[in-house]
């Protein structure tokens, strides 16, 4: 069996699908996601992990020169 480019495995979406998927399972549930195009839940979660993972695979750090703190914690607990 030869791969299709457009395929991520064995999964029974296309790579754009899953790319566009996790777009809107951010404004909605996994399950109300899945309900509005017509997948199950776990297929959303399968393409919002595949995205993640791809996401974390070609991010760089190299270009950071600072990291920016926005509050700071005087004590514990208040």
Do not use: C
Request: glycine residues 6%.
């Amino acid at each position: 069996m030869h791969p299709v480019p457009w395929a991520i495995g064995n999964s029974p979406i296309t790579k754009h699908f899953a790319t566009f998927l996790p777009f809107w399972a951010r404004k909605f549930s996994w399950k109300e996601t899945g309900q509005t195009f017509r997948v199950s839940w776990d297929i959303v979660a399968d393409a919002v992990s595949w995205v993640v993972k791809w996401g974390l695979e070609h991010r760089t750090l190299e270009d950071i020169t600072a990291i920016g703190v926005d509050e700071i914690q005087y004590s514990k607990g208040v």
